[in-house]
Each structure stands twice: as C-alpha cells, then as structure tokens.
C-alpha cells in the first residue's frame, strides 16, 4: 500500500519575557518564560487554520520541553480536537480556547527533548541562562498543562535528556534534522505535528531548501513537509525523502 505522510514543524507562540522585561528578574525560572496572552490566542487561532487548511488528520504532536512550546501545544491541540464541526469557516472560528468541548482521543501528545531549544547562548539569554547548566524540567508538571487526556506518556523519546548545554549552532540544526525523521520513521502511518524553536522550523526549512537562508520564522510560523510511504508484506515500510510543500511565517532568502 502507498500513502504519504504529512509533518507539520511548528514555532512556539509569543513569550512573556519580550512583553514584561521586568519578569526575567523576578522569575525563578528565567530561562523558561511562559507564553504571552497574545501568544495564546495565536496558537489557538493557528491550530484552527492548520485544521481547516489540510485534508489530513494529525495523529500525534510532539512538543519541546520548554513551558512556551508545551502551552502553544496545548492551545493547538485543543483546536485540533475541538468536536464542533466548523466545516472550514473562518468566520465561525473563535479565538478563544476556554469554552471549547474537546474529543481528547483525536490527538496524542509527547514531550520530546530533542526538539528543545539550541542550549547556547544565542538562543538562551545569558541574563538568564541557568549558572549550573541545568535547566530542571519537571515533565510531569508540564504535561499536565496539556488537554486532559492527550497525554501520552509511554513513549520513548529520541533524545532521553537534553543536549549539553553551550551545544553548537551546527549540531543544534543535524539535531532537529535528525529528531524530525527519527519521529517520523518512528510512526510512518501517522501525520505528526511537532512544536518547536524558531531555529528548529528554520532548520527543516534550509535542509529542503538549501539554496535559501533563513531571515525569521514569525511567532507560530509552520512548515508542512511530506513523503511517500510503501508498505508491503516483506519489510515494514519504505519511505520516500521529505519534499517541501508550504510554510507560513517563514521570511527567506537565496544564498
């Protein structure tokens, strides 16, 4: 049998860091802000497009283990599973997730910790950058900030812990590259959304376009990849290399 599966790379929402600049010094965890209420709305809002926009079911995310992916994920998913059928009308879309009645059976969600933010100092502030290098996830408590019953959390990640922390821009981008398909061969029937950085969307993008660089992926700016999948009797499958299909949010140019 052929099919193609779909993987959508998404960036997190806006981080309330860049709206309250007094909250890193405050924060007992700096390195780790929480979305902003606008970053909220966007997730939700974007996850009802992603919804209307493909002629595909996503059946499981997977999501970086920093606070502004998980609640970005959570905001998706429940424009995934929301039950009311809104047949791909804009203009019944609500940007409000509260009030939403979900079917939680429709996606499944994991923490994946190779999808987690470049551990250096360009991406993580040094202001606020841990002294010890240690960034003291709790997994537990982060999925319970997902949807009631999403949580899937019999998965074996790809990457069991984070990256050493000052990794290089250079193996921060084979690490997406490689987390992105190692997910995917890990569920070839399955279309996958996966909740990342800005570094990570970029990094898929530039590896199917490599005549292109990456200016900036805007808030919630997503990367739909596909390929082909041929099942048969003798080998689990084979499958096809990604082919770009189309982004959102994403500013590039020619090298």
Not at 62 to 73: G, M
Not at 93 to 99: A, E, I, K, R
Request: aromatic fraction near 8%; hydrophobic fraction near 40%.
């Amino acid at each position: 049998m052929a099919a193609n599966q779909n993987v959508i790379v998404m960036r997190h929402g806006d981080r309330l860091d860049n709206f309250e600049e007094l909250w890193v010094m405050k924060a007992e965890r700096p390195w780790d802000p929480p979305l902003h209420q606008d970053g909220k709305i966007r997730a939700f809002c974007t996850g009802q497009k992603i919804r209307s926009s493909i002629d595909f079911p996503i059946h499981r995310v997977f999501v970086s283990p920093f606070l502004r992916c998980v609640q970005t994920a959570a905001e998706v998913v429940r424009a995934l599973c929301d039950v009311a059928d809104h047949n791909g009308e804009s203009n019944v879309l609500s940007s409000n997730s509260d009030s939403v009645i979900i079917d939680p059976s429709k996606v499944k969600v994991s923490i994946e910790y190779g999808l987690c933010e470049m551990l250096n100092l360009v991406a993580v502030r040094a202001s606020a950058a841990p002294k010890d290098g240690d960034f003291k996830f709790s997994i537990s408590q982060y999925e319970s900030e997902l949807p009631a019953g999403t949580v899937d959390n019999t998965v074996e990640p790809v990457y069991k812990k984070l990256p050493e922390w000052e990794e290089s821009l250079e193996s921060a981008r084979a690490r997406y590259v490689k987390v992105v398909k190692a997910l995917a061969d890990k569920y070839p029937s399955e279309n996958l959304l996966l909740v990342t950085h800005g570094e990570g969307v970029g990094s898929i993008f530039t590896e199917l376009n490599k005549d292109s660089t990456v200016l900036e992926v805007a808030y919630c700016g997503h990367l739909h990849v596909k390929r082909s999948i041929q099942s048969g009797e003798k080998q689990p499958f084979t499958a096809g290399e990604f082919v770009y299909e189309k982004q959102t949010g994403i500013i590039s140019a020619a090298k």
